[in-house]
């Protein structure tokens, strides 16, 4: 079963996750061995057009970046998830180099959660891709490649 077993809450080295000024946060969620990913939509006016990206966005308001992270995943594939499921975080600069960091989590998540995903309007489509092909793909984000290689290292 792809999230049968939960592992605690881990937040990195790079201290504890904060509500203070960042751009945005995305999601790895995990299956087994596979990484919840959709693939963006081909239009020259969005960054990474027609790349595999994972759950997450901008912030809105003074949310805190968790939950940034599970209102995206909300929007984006219809499934509601508890902050309380992330085991892995970590605080990145922002990948466009501007003045708010970004941040990473992963959270794994069974077969029965992925069966009710309902696909939101951005994107093409959504699949489980296996992690080895997220990471040798030309079509992966490489930030997105950088900071998952990040938290399997850790792991």
């Given at each position: ?10 937040i990195s080295a790079s201290g504890p996750v904060t509500a203070s000024a960042f ?73 466009h180099g501007g003045d708010a960091d970004s941040y990473f989590f992963v959270a ?48």
């Amino acid at each position: 079963m792809c999230g049968a077993a939960r592992a605690p809450r881990f937040i990195s080295a790079s201290g504890p996750v904060t509500a203070s000024a960042f751009s945005g946060a995305k999601l790895a969620l995990i299956c087994e061995d596979a990484l919840l990913v959709y693939l963006r939509d081909d239009r020259d006016d969005i960054p990474f057009p027609g790349k595999w990206d994972f759950p997450g966005g901008g912030r809105e308001g003074d949310e805190r970046p968790e939950h940034c992270a599970v209102r995206e995943l909300k929007e984006e594939f219809g499934l509601d998830f508890d902050t309380g499921e992330i085991i892995w975080s970590r605080r990145y600069e922002s990948w466009h180099g501007g003045d708010a960091d970004s941040y990473f989590f992963v959270a794994r998540i069974s077969k029965d959660e992925i069966s009710k995903v309902q696909f939101g309007d951005e994107g093409q489509y959504w699949r489980l891709m296996p992690i080895t092909e997220y990471l040798s793909s030309p079509d992966a984000i490489n930030h997105l490649s950088d900071r998952l290689l990040d938290f399997l290292a850790d792991g």
